[in-house]
Every structure is written in structure tokens, then in C-alpha cells.
């Protein structure tokens, strides 16, 4: 009884220590998202002032929209029963074809749209760097 007892706890540690984890994460990408659609909205404002606009401003503005119109969407499939199930079947299908429903990361993303004319003369480590684009 002991034995079992004591595998019992170690699952359940283990189980907690993942699950801790997992909503530490959640929070650092709410924190992310929450700053990327600051730095979208600038942006947005920008381009309503009629203020220059960089093109790379203007393809992290299209990213972040789309990024939210995702978040829209699945809190919107939350009403429907059983869709949380739903939602975990098309990530795992999207996966496959290079397709995530939840966000990205600005910075991180390597699968961010490139405009066809934008980038040329622009080697890689230009291309992906948004750091000029967001403020710390």
C-alpha cells in the first residue's frame, strides 16, 4: 500500500509541476499578445494619421490582425458544445499543413507572410528582425 501510495504522489507532483507550467506559459503569451496589439494599434494609428509606414510595419499590422481574428474565432467556437474537442482535432490536422489556430509570436515566427517585392536586396536575418519595429 505504501508503494502505491508513494507512485501516487510522485503522479500527482509530476502532473502538478506540468500543469503549473502550462499556466505559466498561458500567462507569458496573454502578457506577448497583449504587447503585440499594443504595437499593432500604434501602428494602425500611424498609418490613420497618414504617418509613414515601413513595410515591415505594415506585414506585422496584417500578422497581428490575422492573430486576433484567430483568438476571435475560438473564443466564438467555445459556445458551440463540445467544440473544445473541435479545436484540438483541426491544431493537430493545421499542424500538418503548416496552419496553427492560436497566435504567434511576432518576433519569433518563421512562418510570417513575405510581401513578393518587399524583401528583395534583404538578406534573412533582415527580413525577421521586428525589433526595429517594436518598442521596448
Do not use: C
Not at 97 to 115: A, C, H, I, S, V
Amino acid at each position: 500500500m505504501k508503494e502505491f501510495l508513494l507512485k501516487l504522489k510522485n503522479i500527482i507532483i509530476t502532473k502538478s509541476i506540468i500543469i503549473w507550467n502550462a499556466i505559466k506559459n498561458i500567462v507569458k503569451v496573454f502578457k506577448r499578445e497583449g504587447h503585440e496589439t499594443k504595437v499593432a494599434s500604434e501602428i494602425l494609428l500611424k498609418i490613420i494619421k497618414s504617418k509613414e509606414v515601413s513595410p515591415e510595419e505594415v506585414r506585422y499590422l496584417k500578422n497581428q490582425s490575422v492573430d486576433l481574428s484567430k483568438a476571435l474565432a475560438i473564443i466564438g467556437l467555445q459556445a458551440i458544445p463540445g467544440s473544445s474537442i473541435a479545436i484540438i482535432a483541426i491544431e493537430k490536422v493545421g499542424e500538418k499543413y503548416g496552419f496553427t489556430l492560436f497566435p504567434r509570436d511576432q518576433m519569433n515566427d518563421p512562418w510570417q507572410e513575405k510581401d513578393d517585392h518587399s524583401d528583395e536586396g534583404v538578406n534573412s536575418s533582415q527580413q525577421n528582425d521586428t525589433n526595429k519595429i517594436i518598442p521596448k
